[in-house]
């Protein structure tokens, strides 16, 4: 499966790129949310992990339109993020969200989301 992480801290973008490669998966990263929003358009990938606090595009603008466009609304969109409130996190979940992890993120438990959601495409 192909995942998009879209986040501008260079650890949670190793990180997390590292153990869904370990997991079979394939990687592409974007340091901001401009630049998840052409990759998405470039080359749509099967899920995309989003941050919401990055500079040039927040995640929630980013989001916004990744839903507005047709080549892209249908991607499920997770949000992994450290700054969201309990409030900010129940309206993100209301919108075209699936999952939203918070940081420091369960490492386990996001893995076998996406696993589990790769098993679900075939």
């Not at 992480?5 to 990263?29: C, P, Q, S």
């Not at 129940?90 to 699936?98: F, P, S």
Request: aromatic letters at 2%; charged letters at 30%.
């Amino acid at each position: 499966m192909n995942v998009l992480i879209v986040d501008d801290e260079v650890l949670n973008r190793k990180l997390l790129a590292d153990v869904l490669r370990e997991n079979g998966h394939e990687v592409t990263v974007a340091t901001n949310g401009q630049e998840g929003l052409e990759e998405a358009l470039r080359n749509p990938p099967h899920l995309i992990l989003l941050d919401l606090k990055m500079p040039v595009m927040d995640g929630y603008e980013t989001l916004e339109r990744l839903k507005a466009d047709p080549k892209t609304e249908p991607i499920p969109v997770w949000i992994v993020t450290s700054s969201a409130m309990p409030e900010e996190i129940e309206k993100i979940r209301q919108g075209d969200v699936a999952e939203c992890f918070t940081k420091p993120i369960d490492i386990v438990a996001l893995v076998e989301q996406v696993n589990l959601l790769d098993k679900e495409r075939d």
